[in-house]
């Protein structure tokens, strides 16, 4: 502005009688038209209040003003608090509400046995299939198919698509003629598994279990693989993964010793390499 609003005002009642000059006339004009807090003490001035009780309730009105806007934003800091605080407890109902539904999954799962697909055979013409299997295994140590040199005991196939891992047991007994029990021995004692330019062969054991035994998976991430050598021409071979002692099917004479007690074991599909890291292959052919 051009002039000072204290100048305009010591004018006011000057200009209000119409005795000042034409000069101080026009500049208080030109004030009151930009000045909206000298313009409201002149109307005051014209009602017939005294030049200093309008300065007074100016003041008293800017006091005011100054009061509202600290209120206003004080309200606008409370209401941003309020704000996040909102955010904030939205967010953990929402994980809440996750867990929730995470858990009555696992319950639901857990009451159906945590099982979404179930195979199961004791047909021996279904022998081969191994319908579903997703195993960590090749299953190496079972013959590819059920030839005439070969008369079969007995025969078993389950595999459930648990919760976390695949559940399974494979049992086949058969026993064979002298030839054919030869041949068999032979490709047994020859299995070995290949990958990255590394070789592993299966391991013939005759310490943890009651009879001799080809062994390709010993307790490995609770998986077994193995072909037992009962005499009188009879093998049996075995593969089991995450089964528990009593939902084993055949005699527990042919589980190795300690059964699910090891937590460090052995399988001829993992490879290792210097960083201690393993990978494998266990798509079969």
């Not at 068999?184 to 330019?197: A, K, N, P, T, V």
Request: glycine residues 8%; charged residues 30%.
């Amino acid at each position: 502005m051009k002039y000072p609003c204290n100048l305009i005002r010591d004018l006011l009642p000057l200009y209000c009688d119409g005795v000042c000059s034409e000069e101080s006339a026009e500049a208080v004009r030109e004030h009151l038209d930009a000045c909206e807090e000298c313009r409201s003490i002149f109307t005051k001035i014209k009602q017939g209040v005294s030049l200093e009780n309008c300065m007074n309730d100016a003041e008293y009105e800017k006091r005011q003003l100054a009061s509202m806007r600290q209120v206003k934003g004080k309200i606008k800091k409370r209401n941003t608090s309020f704000g996040i605080l909102g955010i904030m407890i939205g967010i953990v109902l929402v994980v809440a509400v996750v867990r929730i539904l995470l858990v009555a999954g696992v319950i639901v799962w857990a009451v159906g046995d945590g099982q979404s697909d179930v195979e199961t055979t004791a047909d021996i013409g279904e022998y081969g299939d191994f319908e579903g299997f997703h195993g960590y295994s090749k299953l190496d140590v079972f013959p590819e198919q059920i030839d005439e040199n070969m008369e079969v005991q007995e025969y078993y196939y389950y595999y459930a698509d648990t919760f976390l891992d695949p559940a399974a047991q494979i049992y086949l007994e058969c026993s064979y003629d002298n030839a054919g029990y030869d041949e068999e021995i032979e490709r047994l004692s020859e299995i070995q598994e290949e990958y990255r330019g590394k070789v592993q062969r299966i391991v013939y054991d005759t310490e943890s279990f009651a009879y001799p035994a080809y062994v390709a998976i010993d307790a490995d991430n609770h998986c077994y693989e193995y072909a037992l050598l009962l005499g009188d021409c009879r093998i049996a071979y075995v593969f089991l993964q995450f089964m528990e002692e009593d939902d084993i099917v055949f005699p527990a004479e042919y589980l190795p010793e300690r059964y699910g007690q090891r937590e460090k074991g052995y399988s001829i599909y993992l490879f290792q390499d210097e960083n201690g890291d393993r990978y494998g292959d266990f798509s079969r052919e």
